[in-house]
């Protein structure tokens, strides 16, 4: 069964950088695609940065260039290292595993990320 759990919860003043993780079980990274969303309130979820299982790597617009999304695979760890951040990086951030061959997806349960001065 694949449990995802986010950490690295936190305050940000703006210009500042945070890192937040997810500890991945039951998937073989190989097998899946990886990715972080976000969800600010009121807003719809969106992507914020994924890594396919061959490694490519994609960014949404707003963070390209800030944001980078790296996966430790003997650790089974995925992270985003967040830069640069502005008010409007304030978001639920959610862990994502898409598996290859069905699409089915697992989410964390979401870490908190607050930019604000």
């Known amino acids: 069964q694949v449990q995802l759990v986010e950490s690295g919860e936190g305050l940000v003043q703006p210009g500042g950088s945070l890192t937040i993780t997810c500890s991945v079980s039951g998937a073989s990274f190989n097998l899946y695609h990886l990715a972080w969303y976000r969800q600010a309130p009121g807003k719809q979820r969106e992507l914020v940065a994924r890594?396919?299982?061959?490694?490519?790597?994609s960014y949404a617009d707003s963070v390209t260039g800030r944001f980078t999304i790296s996966v430790d695979i003997a650790k089974k760890m995925l992270s985003l290292v967040m830069n640069r951040m502005k008010p409007e990086d304030t978001a639920v951030y959610y862990c994502?595993?898409?598996?290859?061959?069905?699409?089915?997806?697992?989410w964390g349960q979401g870490t908190q990320v607050t930019v604000s001065s």
């Open positions: 890594i396919a299982n061959y490694g490519h790597t």
């Open positions: 994502n595993v898409e598996r290859v061959y069905d699409r089915v997806k697992y």
